[in-house]
């Protein structure tokens, strides 16, 4: 049972213009949702979070917005640079007890100059 | 410099040997997790640590062993009941709400 969902294996968008990547979950227990980057062979790296308190998050160039009434939330990145190229994954965890994390199968980012 | 450290970065290992694989942090934090990632997959949960010497099964458990004798590392262990152990292993670290991963570790089993 995938509990965090990533439905779109890649996307591709034009420098410049607006990154959309997705992310479905089933879980109501989660209260924490996390956006990795990650690149091959290599440790992910965090970009941004939100707690289920709130509704969007901004960080520079990357936003998340959460819906909790569609278990969903989105990671927009504007203005999308050839170097956001690379594989996204979210997570999401409950903040409390034992404080697993669970992922997404990611979604490939490719950023065309 | 802080961080997390693991190695080797690429190790091959002969099937039915049992096979170590190092994680180690500097950022004096207390939670440490260890995940294996598959081409296609998300990052799966091998095992837990939320304080020095006790750690929990994940999701995944089945032919690993971990232990956690000190606070900055928490080795995996990868034995020869693991039936598919090639894979790409990433460990990680927690502080809050965030996790920090290390570089990761390429175990090819020959």
């Known amino acids: 049972d995938q509990q965090v969902k990533q439905n779109s294996p890649s996307l591709s968008v034009q420098e410049g213009r607006i990154s959309i990547l997705n992310c479905d979950y089933t879980?109501?227990?989660?209260?924490?949702f996390l956006w990795y980057k990650k690149y091959p062979a290599e440790g992910p790296t965090f970009l941004i979070s939100?707690?289920?308190?709130?509704d969007k998050n901004e960080d520079g160039r990357f936003t998340v917005f959460l819906n909790k009434s569609a278990k969903h939330l989105s990671l927009h990145i504007v203005p999308s640079q050839p170097g956001d190229s690379a594989v996204y994954f979210c997570?999401?965890?409950?903040?409390?007890?034992?404080?697993?994390?669970?992922f997404g199968t990611g979604t490939r980012l490719k950023v065309l100059a | 410099d802080g961080g997390i450290t693991q190695s080797p970065k690429y190790l091959f290992r002969k099937e039915g040997q049992n096979v170590t694989l190092s994680c180690e942090q500097n950022?004096?934090?207390?939670?440490m997790y260890w995940y294996r990632q598959d081409p296609g997959q998300g990052l799966r949960l091998i095992y837990y640590?939320?304080?020095?010497?006790?750690?929990q099964k994940g999701d995944i458990a089945e032919g690993y062993s971990v232990s956690r004798e000190k606070k900055e590392s928490f080795p995996l262990t990868v034995t020869s009941a693991q039936k598919n152990p090639t894979a790409f292993y990433l460990c990680?670290?927690?502080?809050?709400?965030?996790?920090?991963f290390g570089p990761g570790t390429r175990l090819t089993v020959l």
């Open positions: 990680a670290s927690r502080m809050g709400g965030r996790q920090f």
């Open positions: 879980n109501s227990m989660f209260d924490y």
């Open positions: 939100i707690s289920s308190i709130k």
């Open positions: 997570a999401a965890s409950v903040t409390s007890g034992t404080y697993k994390y669970i």
């Open positions: 950022l004096n934090h207390d939670a």
């Open positions: 640590s939320q304080i020095v010497n006790d750690f």
